[in-house]
């Protein structure tokens, strides 16, 4: 049987799918508002979180030859609160170690592998993936280079702006490369 598995697409929320470092008085172009109330934001004092999303987002994403698992710290809550408004359907989730290393490229802290990284080569288990995340840096992309036996493409998503044609251009033509399998 000659079945072709597709690579894995581990998705981000934050950043890649709603571009919370955009300029909070104006909403990006082709976005609608959500407020959300998810885990942490359940008090009724607080201010419900507000998400930008694309909803175009999600056929785009479900037209890409890859197998979609949310990669986010929304985990399991990725499949009520995102997944709904993008069309996606219910997603594998990865889930993460109770204690998180604090890192964020954001932060002033010394540079440091991704806090998700580990748990993301563990989760491939040498199976090709891309990931989509915001805070990806060159660490990163040594320890999963250092560790990971599959083919991998980490792919940082500005923040500001979430992701754009060229974003999914870059995913669709990693894939085809991969299923081509290219002789160098
Ligand atoms: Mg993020």
Known sequence: MDTVTPPLLLLDVDGPLNPWMAKP???????????????????????????????GHGAVLLSLPFSLVWATTW????NEWIGPHLGLPKLP???????????????KAPPAVHWKTATIVKYADGRPFAWVDDEITDLDREFVARYHGGAALL??????????????????????????????
């Open 25 to 55: 008085s104006r909403r990006p172009e082709g976005y609608t508002t959500h407020r959300m109330r998810p885990t942490g934001w359940e008090q009724p004092y607080q201010k419900p979180l507000r998400v930008w999303l694309n909803h």
């Open 75 to 78: 985990t399991h809550e990725a």
């Open 155 to 184: 792919h940082q998503v500005d923040p500001r702006v979430g992701l754009l044609p060229d974003d999914f251009a870059a995913l669709s033509a990693w894939a085809a490369e991969l299923s081509g399998g290219r002789r160098d």
């Open 93 to 107: 989730v990865i889930t993460w170690p109770d204690e998180r290393p604090q890192s964020s490229p954001y932060w």
